[in-house]
């Protein structure tokens, strides 16, 4: 295994963005389809589905917090993905509702801390040397979009039994790619500061809020575009291309989210963001035809890139580094955890009363929250207190 100084921070940060998703895009597209095949009922397939949030709403902000005190964050992070491995592995055995039970709940406790804990890392290590965090990024975004396309051929010739362990293989680069990230600086018990100081920045707070709504509207969205693509005459083609056109439209975005908020702000670059989405769940509820979909799902792939990228950097340098991975799993607990599950529910509520053109009417009007929340927090000079000091630069 080469040290870490036969590599540059970028590449760090850019190889473990790109092991990982590959690694995912092996099964996260396709594993509700599989459950399916093998006799698994919607509803049986919703509450699977449900361990995912409700790990990263509950456990992964405690494990995250846990790397902040000790200084162990590289460490969690690896029996985190160790985890996600052997769930993978006994993934392949069981066909039965009852035997998966166990098993999605310790992939969910294992895949859950990966995404905070691995951007807080690599976030700092942005900082630390004046590298463009959106440039590592785009590569998990480019791994994800190349092997769900390619893979899902695959497993349409094959079926999907190897799935579960093609993806666990994949991990062992993951594990290499993740002990190469530099865990940064520990700060003393004595020099920390107290968690509710965090809590008084009004600017992060309000920041946490706004990607909260936002979270509940693309987890509403992604959870019922295929069914949306459907009633409008689409196939499964049309959904398998939306979702590799919105990956790819996610790596010019992210290449250039950093650029976009030095010159326009922060704050200013992400109301721009939710608007490019707001445009986009319009587009969606009006749309009379399926193909419509492709350039709405342009503009939504380059809005969700700007978005990512921004959100985890604004709240970065927004927060101390000894809490830094504690809020971006707070983040995550909502954006990717609570939020999802609301929106779920509330959507699964509004089609069976309304059709699903009631989904994206839904979607406009929590983004159009977030808008509000954050535009009115600006106007009223929240961001031009001081953020969080950063760490010392260390080699």
Known sequence: MPTKRNFSPSARGSLFYFTYWSAVAVYIPFINVHFAQFGLSGS????????????????????????????????????????????????????????LIPLLALLA?????????????????????????????????????????????????????WMFLLSAILLIPVLLAANQLQEGPVIERSARRPFRDVTHDRGLMVILGATFLVGGTLGMDGAFQGIYVNYLGGGGFLVGALFGISAFSELPAMRFATALARRLGAPATLLLTYSLLALNYLGFALAPTPLLLIPLTILKGVGFGIYFVNTVRLIDERTPPEWASTIQAVMNAGAAGLAPLVGSLLGGVLIDLFGPRAIYIACLVGVALAIFTLGSATARGVFRSPAAPQPREMS
């Open 109 to 161: 406790l294992g895949r859950s801390p990966v995404g905070p804990i691995s951007d807080s890392l690599i976030a700092r290590m942005a900082v630390r040397h004046r590298i463009d965090f959106g440039a590592m990024r785009l590569w998990g975004s480019l791994g994800f979009a190349l092997i769900a396309l390619g893979i899902g051929a695959l497993w349409q010739r094959i079926g999907y039994d």
């Open 44 to 99: 049986q397939i919703g509450l699977l589905n449900a361990f995912m949030p409700l790990v990263t709403l509950t456990i992964a902000p405690a494990l995250a917090a846990l790397g902040d005190r000790t200084g162990k964050r590289v460490g969690i992070l690896t029996l985190s993905l160790l985890g996600m491995a052997l769930a993978l592995l006994l993934l392949t055995l069981p066909r039965s509702f009852v035997g």
